[in-house]
Protein backbone atom coordinates (compact mmCIF):
# COMPACT_ATOMS: atom_id res chain seq x y z
CA UNK A 1 0.00 0.00 0.00
CA UNK A 2 1.40 3.34 -0.98
CA UNK A 3 0.73 6.13 1.84
CA UNK A 4 -1.30 8.78 0.54
CA UNK A 5 -4.19 5.71 0.86
CA UNK A 6 -3.84 6.55 3.85
CA UNK A 7 -4.29 10.30 3.81
CA UNK A 8 -7.23 10.98 5.93
CA UNK A 9 -5.84 8.72 8.85
CA UNK A 10 -2.59 11.31 8.81
CA UNK A 11 -4.63 14.17 8.74
CA UNK A 12 -7.48 13.04 11.18
CA UNK A 13 -4.13 11.86 13.40
CA UNK A 14 -2.38 15.56 12.96
CA UNK A 15 -5.24 16.94 13.71
CA UNK A 16 -6.74 15.35 17.01
CA UNK A 17 -2.97 15.19 18.34
CA UNK A 18 -2.79 18.34 18.15
CA UNK A 19 -5.75 19.46 19.62
CA UNK A 20 -5.41 17.66 22.21
CA UNK A 21 -1.92 18.66 22.97
CA UNK A 22 -3.18 22.49 22.88
CA UNK A 23 -6.00 21.33 25.31
CA UNK A 24 -3.54 19.71 27.56
CA UNK A 25 -1.82 23.21 27.88
CA UNK A 26 -4.51 25.72 27.60
CA UNK A 27 -6.30 24.04 30.37
CA UNK A 28 -2.98 22.43 32.54
CA UNK A 29 -0.69 25.69 31.80
CA UNK A 30 -3.61 27.59 33.71
CA UNK A 31 -2.56 26.21 36.88
CA UNK A 32 0.99 25.38 36.14
CA UNK A 33 2.07 29.10 34.82
CA UNK A 34 -0.35 30.70 36.99
CA UNK A 35 0.65 33.28 39.80
CA UNK A 36 1.47 31.17 43.11
CA UNK A 37 -1.26 32.79 45.23
CA UNK A 38 0.59 33.01 48.29
CA UNK A 39 -0.12 34.15 51.63
CA UNK A 40 2.25 37.77 51.96
CA UNK A 41 2.00 38.11 55.95
CA UNK A 42 3.66 42.11 55.19
CA UNK A 43 0.69 42.71 52.96
CA UNK A 44 -2.25 40.82 55.06
CA UNK A 45 -0.66 42.09 58.89
CA UNK A 46 -3.02 44.72 58.74
CA UNK A 47 -5.84 42.65 57.65
CA UNK A 48 -8.05 41.24 59.98
CA UNK A 49 -8.05 36.91 59.36
CA UNK A 50 -11.48 35.75 59.44
CA UNK A 51 -12.56 32.98 61.54
CA UNK A 52 -12.54 29.72 60.53
CA UNK A 53 -13.84 26.48 61.31
CA UNK A 54 -12.11 23.34 60.60
CA UNK A 55 -14.92 20.28 60.03
CA UNK A 56 -13.44 16.75 59.93
CA UNK A 57 -15.96 13.63 59.94
CA UNK A 58 -14.43 10.40 61.41
CA UNK A 59 -15.73 6.42 61.60
CA UNK A 60 -13.55 4.65 63.49
CA UNK A 61 -10.40 6.60 62.81
CA UNK A 62 -8.50 6.61 65.95
CA UNK A 63 -5.36 5.91 64.42
CA UNK A 64 -5.07 8.73 62.32
CA UNK A 65 -6.83 11.39 64.63
CA UNK A 66 -3.75 10.11 66.75
CA UNK A 67 -1.41 11.18 64.53
CA UNK A 68 -2.89 13.62 62.50
CA UNK A 69 -5.29 15.86 64.24
CA UNK A 70 -2.73 17.93 66.31
CA UNK A 71 -1.44 19.13 62.95
CA UNK A 72 -4.68 20.15 61.96
CA UNK A 73 -5.14 21.76 65.70
CA UNK A 74 -1.77 23.21 65.84
CA UNK A 75 -2.27 25.70 62.53
CA UNK A 76 -0.26 28.90 62.82
CA UNK A 77 -4.06 30.99 62.69
CA UNK A 78 -5.32 33.65 65.07
CA UNK A 79 -9.06 32.22 65.74
CA UNK A 80 -10.19 29.09 64.53
CA UNK A 81 -12.31 25.90 65.84
CA UNK A 82 -11.54 22.11 64.77
CA UNK A 83 -14.99 20.56 64.85
CA UNK A 84 -14.96 16.36 64.47
CA UNK A 85 -17.91 14.41 63.28
CA UNK A 86 -17.64 11.16 65.41
CA UNK A 87 -19.76 9.20 62.76
CA UNK A 88 -20.74 6.48 64.38
CA UNK A 89 -17.45 4.86 65.74
CA UNK A 90 -17.48 1.66 67.79
CA UNK A 91 -13.05 2.43 68.25
CA UNK A 92 -12.06 4.40 70.89
CA UNK A 93 -12.47 7.18 68.88
CA UNK A 94 -14.85 9.04 71.13
CA UNK A 95 -12.60 8.67 74.17
CA UNK A 96 -9.64 10.11 71.98
CA UNK A 97 -11.44 12.87 70.96
CA UNK A 98 -12.51 13.61 74.35
CA UNK A 99 -8.61 13.90 75.77
CA UNK A 100 -7.61 15.68 72.87
CA UNK A 101 -10.69 18.30 73.82
CA UNK A 102 -9.08 18.65 77.31
CA UNK A 103 -5.87 19.83 75.96
CA UNK A 104 -7.31 22.27 72.95
CA UNK A 105 -9.99 24.64 73.56
CA UNK A 106 -10.52 24.79 70.04
CA UNK A 107 -11.64 21.54 69.70
CA UNK A 108 -15.20 21.03 69.09
CA UNK A 109 -16.31 17.51 69.30
CA UNK A 110 -19.86 16.22 67.81
CA UNK A 111 -21.28 12.66 67.80
CA UNK A 112 -23.94 11.13 65.64
CA UNK A 113 -25.70 8.30 66.90
CA UNK A 114 -26.59 4.85 65.42
CA UNK A 115 -30.17 5.44 64.38
CA UNK A 116 -33.01 4.41 62.05
CA UNK A 117 -34.52 7.77 61.93
CA UNK A 118 -32.47 9.04 59.27
CA UNK A 119 -30.24 8.01 56.32
CA UNK A 120 -26.76 7.85 57.69
CA UNK A 121 -23.38 8.37 55.71
CA UNK A 122 -21.11 11.29 55.44
CA UNK A 123 -23.57 13.52 54.23
CA UNK A 124 -25.32 13.37 57.09
CA UNK A 125 -22.82 13.65 59.50
CA UNK A 126 -20.85 16.91 57.41
CA UNK A 127 -24.37 18.73 57.63
CA UNK A 128 -24.27 18.25 61.40
CA UNK A 129 -20.34 19.51 61.61
CA UNK A 130 -21.46 22.51 59.23
CA UNK A 131 -24.62 23.10 61.70
CA UNK A 132 -22.05 22.99 64.77
CA UNK A 133 -19.45 24.96 63.39
CA UNK A 134 -19.56 28.57 64.73
CA UNK A 135 -17.84 30.54 62.02
CA UNK A 136 -19.47 31.05 58.69
CA UNK A 137 -16.18 29.77 56.50
CA UNK A 138 -15.74 26.58 56.81
CA UNK A 139 -12.59 24.05 55.47
CA UNK A 140 -12.72 20.06 54.52
CA UNK A 141 -10.46 17.82 55.49
CA UNK A 142 -10.96 13.86 56.12
CA UNK A 143 -9.36 11.90 59.60
CA UNK A 144 -6.49 10.03 57.05
CA UNK A 145 -5.25 13.51 55.56
CA UNK A 146 -3.11 16.26 57.02
CA UNK A 147 -1.60 19.51 56.22
CA UNK A 148 1.74 19.58 54.96
CA UNK A 149 2.32 23.05 56.36
CA UNK A 150 1.01 24.58 60.08
CA UNK A 151 0.49 27.42 57.19
CA UNK A 152 -2.83 25.56 55.14
CA UNK A 153 -5.65 27.38 56.76
CA UNK A 154 -3.76 31.02 56.15
CA UNK A 155 -2.95 29.81 52.84
CA UNK A 156 -6.44 28.53 52.23
CA UNK A 157 -8.12 31.15 54.11
CA UNK A 158 -6.65 34.34 52.63
CA UNK A 159 -8.26 33.33 49.53
CA UNK A 160 -11.77 34.25 50.56
CA UNK A 161 -13.21 37.73 49.52
CA UNK A 162 -16.30 39.56 49.55
CA UNK A 163 -17.21 37.81 45.92
CA UNK A 164 -14.97 33.90 46.56
CA UNK A 165 -16.70 31.95 48.78
CA UNK A 166 -15.22 28.69 47.08
CA UNK A 167 -11.60 27.42 47.45
CA UNK A 168 -10.88 24.17 46.06
CA UNK A 169 -7.22 23.25 47.30
CA UNK A 170 -4.73 20.42 46.09
CA UNK A 171 -5.24 17.16 48.00
CA UNK A 172 -1.95 14.44 47.26
CA UNK A 173 -1.52 10.89 48.89
CA UNK A 174 1.31 9.61 50.70
CA UNK A 175 4.00 8.37 48.65
CA UNK A 176 4.82 4.80 48.51
CA UNK A 177 6.89 2.38 46.60
CA UNK A 178 4.48 -0.15 44.87
CA UNK A 179 2.74 0.06 41.72
CA UNK A 180 -0.54 0.92 42.86
CA UNK A 181 0.92 3.44 44.76
CA UNK A 182 2.15 5.43 41.37
CA UNK A 183 -1.24 4.97 39.78
CA UNK A 184 -3.34 5.93 42.34
CA UNK A 185 -1.08 9.21 42.98
CA UNK A 186 -0.79 9.85 39.33
CA UNK A 187 -4.52 9.72 38.93
CA UNK A 188 -4.52 12.09 41.76
CA UNK A 189 -2.57 14.19 40.36
CA UNK A 190 -3.62 14.65 37.17
CA UNK A 191 -7.27 14.83 38.02
CA UNK A 192 -6.80 18.24 40.32
CA UNK A 193 -4.59 19.65 37.76
CA UNK A 194 -7.81 19.75 35.48
CA UNK A 195 -10.37 20.70 38.10
CA UNK A 196 -7.88 23.37 38.91
CA UNK A 197 -7.40 24.29 35.70
CA UNK A 198 -10.83 24.32 34.22
CA UNK A 199 -11.97 26.23 37.70
CA UNK A 200 -9.27 28.76 36.29
CA UNK A 201 -11.05 29.00 33.13
CA UNK A 202 -14.51 29.75 34.24
CA UNK A 203 -15.84 26.11 34.51
CA UNK A 204 -15.84 24.91 38.44
CA UNK A 205 -16.91 21.58 38.31
CA UNK A 206 -15.03 19.84 41.71
CA UNK A 207 -13.23 19.35 44.26
CA UNK A 208 -12.10 16.95 46.53
CA UNK A 209 -12.96 16.90 50.71
CA UNK A 210 -9.55 16.55 51.44
CA UNK A 211 -8.90 20.04 50.65
CA UNK A 212 -12.26 22.09 50.35
CA UNK A 213 -13.46 25.81 51.48
CA UNK A 214 -16.23 27.12 51.26
CA UNK A 215 -19.14 29.96 53.20
CA UNK A 216 -21.34 27.54 54.63
CA UNK A 217 -24.55 29.92 53.72
CA UNK A 218 -23.78 28.70 50.39
CA UNK A 219 -24.61 25.45 51.84
CA UNK A 220 -27.62 25.96 53.20
CA UNK A 221 -29.11 28.55 51.12
CA UNK A 222 -28.85 25.67 48.56
CA UNK A 223 -30.07 22.89 50.63
CA UNK A 224 -26.92 21.30 51.12
CA UNK A 225 -26.85 17.94 49.42
CA UNK A 226 -30.55 17.32 49.27
CA UNK A 227 -30.45 17.04 45.87
CA UNK A 228 -28.27 13.80 46.09
CA UNK A 229 -28.31 12.81 49.74
CA UNK A 230 -29.16 9.48 48.79
CA UNK A 231 -25.80 9.10 47.22
CA UNK A 232 -23.03 7.70 48.94
CA UNK A 233 -20.52 9.86 47.05
CA UNK A 234 -20.85 13.61 45.99
CA UNK A 235 -20.52 15.42 49.37
CA UNK A 236 -17.42 17.14 47.34
CA UNK A 237 -17.72 17.45 43.54
CA UNK A 238 -21.47 16.71 43.11
CA UNK A 239 -22.26 20.04 45.80
CA UNK A 240 -19.45 22.33 44.18
CA UNK A 241 -20.77 21.37 40.49
CA UNK A 242 -24.18 23.24 41.78
CA UNK A 243 -22.89 25.91 43.36
CA UNK A 244 -19.74 26.99 41.95
CA UNK A 245 -19.73 29.94 39.53
CA UNK A 246 -16.68 31.46 37.06
CA UNK A 247 -17.41 34.12 40.23
CA UNK A 248 -17.64 32.55 43.25
CA UNK A 249 -14.96 30.19 42.92
CA UNK A 250 -11.04 30.50 42.77
CA UNK A 251 -8.47 27.85 43.53
CA UNK A 252 -4.97 27.72 45.99
CA UNK A 253 -1.79 25.81 44.61
CA UNK A 254 1.08 26.95 46.67
CA UNK A 255 3.27 24.41 48.55
CA UNK A 256 1.67 25.48 52.11
CA UNK A 257 -1.75 25.03 51.12
CA UNK A 258 -1.64 21.16 50.21
CA UNK A 259 -2.75 18.13 51.92
CA UNK A 260 -1.80 14.65 52.08
CA UNK A 261 -4.15 11.61 52.67
CA UNK A 262 -3.55 8.08 52.97
CA UNK A 263 -4.15 5.78 50.38
CA UNK A 264 -5.68 2.67 49.33
CA UNK A 265 -2.96 0.33 49.46
CA UNK A 266 -4.59 -2.56 47.30
CA UNK A 267 -6.25 -2.62 43.71
CA UNK A 268 -9.20 -3.99 44.53
CA UNK A 269 -9.88 -0.94 47.52
CA UNK A 270 -9.17 1.68 45.02
CA UNK A 271 -11.21 -0.21 42.26
CA UNK A 272 -13.87 -0.11 44.84
CA UNK A 273 -13.60 3.76 45.80
CA UNK A 274 -13.18 4.93 42.08
CA UNK A 275 -16.05 2.72 41.19
CA UNK A 276 -18.33 4.49 43.70
CA UNK A 277 -16.84 8.02 42.90
CA UNK A 278 -17.72 7.33 39.28
CA UNK A 279 -21.56 7.37 39.90
CA UNK A 280 -21.48 10.86 40.21
CA UNK A 281 -20.22 12.34 37.31
CA UNK A 282 -23.85 11.79 35.38
CA UNK A 283 -25.02 14.19 37.58
CA UNK A 284 -22.69 17.35 36.76
CA UNK A 285 -24.21 20.08 34.60
CA UNK A 286 -24.10 20.57 31.11
CA UNK A 287 -21.47 22.96 30.55
CA UNK A 288 -19.22 20.39 32.94
CA UNK A 289 -20.12 17.33 30.79
CA UNK A 290 -19.11 19.53 27.82
CA UNK A 291 -15.70 19.97 28.87
CA UNK A 292 -14.58 16.65 30.71
CA UNK A 293 -16.45 14.84 27.21
CA UNK A 294 -14.32 17.43 24.78
CA UNK A 295 -11.10 16.49 26.34
CA UNK A 296 -11.75 12.38 26.85
CA UNK A 297 -13.01 12.67 23.24
CA UNK A 298 -9.73 14.26 22.10
CA UNK A 299 -7.40 11.33 24.59
CA UNK A 300 -9.85 8.67 23.24
CA UNK A 301 -9.63 9.73 19.79
CA UNK A 302 -5.41 10.00 19.91
CA UNK A 303 -4.92 6.60 21.63
CA UNK A 304 -7.49 4.88 18.56
CA UNK A 305 -6.04 6.75 16.06
CA UNK A 306 -2.45 5.79 17.39
CA UNK A 307 -3.26 1.98 17.24
CA UNK A 308 -4.99 2.07 13.94
CA UNK A 309 -1.34 3.87 12.47
CA UNK A 310 0.26 0.46 14.30
CA UNK A 311 -1.20 -1.55 11.59
CA UNK A 312 -0.70 0.79 8.87
CA UNK A 313 2.31 1.91 6.87
CA UNK A 314 2.05 4.81 9.43
CA UNK A 315 3.41 3.03 12.22
CA UNK A 316 6.23 5.31 12.14
CA UNK A 317 4.54 8.54 12.71
CA UNK A 318 2.28 6.95 15.19
CA UNK A 319 5.63 6.51 17.41
CA UNK A 320 6.61 9.65 16.31
CA UNK A 321 3.61 11.29 18.15
CA UNK A 322 3.40 8.56 20.77
CA UNK A 323 6.55 10.12 21.82
CA UNK A 324 6.16 13.87 21.28
CA UNK A 325 3.01 13.11 23.33
CA UNK A 326 5.19 11.58 26.40
CA UNK A 327 7.64 14.40 26.12
CA UNK A 328 4.54 16.87 26.22
CA UNK A 329 3.08 15.39 28.91
CA UNK A 330 6.67 15.29 31.26
CA UNK A 331 7.42 19.24 30.19
CA UNK A 332 3.67 20.20 31.18
CA UNK A 333 3.75 18.31 34.14
CA UNK A 334 7.32 18.78 35.28
CA UNK A 335 6.56 22.10 37.32
CA UNK A 336 3.20 21.11 39.21
CA UNK A 337 5.02 17.89 39.87
CA UNK A 338 8.50 19.75 41.45
CA UNK A 339 6.04 21.98 43.65
CA UNK A 340 4.19 18.71 44.91
CA UNK A 341 7.33 16.89 45.38
CA UNK A 342 6.07 14.16 42.86
CA UNK A 343 8.78 14.43 40.10
CA UNK A 344 9.21 10.29 40.19
CA UNK A 345 5.55 10.72 39.13
CA UNK A 346 6.95 12.12 35.76
CA UNK A 347 7.62 8.33 33.92
CA UNK A 348 4.96 7.10 34.91
CA UNK A 349 2.00 10.02 33.57
CA UNK A 350 1.96 9.02 30.07
CA UNK A 351 1.28 5.32 30.94
CA UNK A 352 -1.02 6.07 33.61
CA UNK A 353 -2.78 8.40 31.02
CA UNK A 354 -3.20 5.33 28.12
CA UNK A 355 -4.33 3.03 31.41
CA UNK A 356 -7.42 5.35 32.67
CA UNK A 357 -8.62 5.71 29.62
CA UNK A 358 -9.08 1.83 29.30
CA UNK A 359 -9.97 1.20 33.12
CA UNK A 360 -12.61 3.92 33.78
CA UNK A 361 -15.21 2.27 30.83
CA UNK A 362 -14.28 -0.61 32.74
CA UNK A 363 -15.69 0.48 35.91
CA UNK A 364 -18.49 1.82 34.11
CA UNK A 365 -19.80 -1.33 32.88
CA UNK A 366 -19.08 -2.53 35.99
CA UNK A 367 -21.43 -0.02 37.97
CA UNK A 368 -23.71 -0.87 35.21
CA UNK A 369 -23.91 -4.72 35.74
CA UNK A 370 -23.14 -5.33 39.65
CA UNK A 371 -26.07 -6.60 41.00
CA UNK A 372 -27.72 -5.98 45.16
CA UNK A 373 -26.26 -2.32 46.42
CA UNK A 374 -23.04 -0.81 45.18
CA UNK A 375 -22.21 1.09 48.13
CA UNK A 376 -19.71 -0.21 51.66
CA UNK A 377 -20.78 1.47 54.58
CA UNK A 378 -19.19 5.01 54.95
Known amino acids: MQIPEFTPLLIALLTVSGLKLTADWVINGLVVFSKKEK ?36 QDYPDFEVVVVNDRSIDDTQTLLNAFA ?3 SNLKVTRVQESELHWAGKKFALTIGLKSASN ?52 AFTIALQYLGLAKMGVPYMGVGRNLAYNKDLFFDNRGFASHQFMASGDD ?19 KSYTTSIPEKSLKLWMEQKRRHLTTSNRYNFISKFALLFTSSL ?8 IICFFTELYLVGLILFLLNSISLIALYYLPAKRTKSVDLLIWLPISEFFLLLFYPFLLIWNTIISGNPWKNY
Not at 243 to 254: C, D, G, L, Q
Request: aromatic fraction near 10%; hydrophobic fraction near 35%; proline fraction near 3%.
Open 237 to 255: DLFINEVATKKNTTISFNE
Open 39 to 74: YNPKKNDQLKLPKVSIIICARNESHNLIEFLPKVLE
Open 299 to 306: RYSFYLLL
Open 136 to 187: SLVLLTDADCFPESDQWLKEMSSNFSDTKKIILGYGAYQKGTSLINKLIRSE
Open 102 to 104: IKH
